[in-house]
């Protein structure tokens, strides 16, 4: 049974930064990519960025692009999310998730298959 747990939410102030962290447990395979979506009530889900398993290979919303780095720790079962630049437009509910297509997280096209609760990243302007 796979579980993600995002933590690492807090508040800030613009031009600040933080880093998610999302512990997986159990197992998901090599061809998954791992990320990140938020959301806002009120709001579409936005897609953030997700990290193949397997391969290391990024996807990055463009409303992030520059500012977000992911990275995976495949010994430690976690990946993270290096947010800096922050604006206050990226206040959200920070969501850990998991699918076989980039994609899906990326672009918010489906729901990921996997996913887990959130954490809440607020930044004042």
Known sequence: DVQLQASGGGL???????????????????DYC????RTVPGRKREGVSCIGR????????????????????????TVYLQMNSLKPEDTAN????????????????????YWGQG???TVSS
């Open 34 to 37: 791992i990320g990140w979506f």
């Open 54 to 77: 397997g391969d290391g290979e990024t996807y990055y919303a463009d409303s992030v692009k520059g500012r977000f780095t992911i990275s995976i720790n495949n010994a430690k079962n």
């Open 94 to 113: 920070y969501y850990c998730a998991a699918d076989q297509r980039s994609e899906i997280i990326v672009t918010s096209i489906g729901w990921p298959e």
């Open 12 to 30: 800030v102030q613009a031009g600040e930064s933080l880093r998610l962290s999302c512990t997986i447990s159990g197992v998901i395979k090599d």
């Open 119 to 121: 954490t809440q990243v």
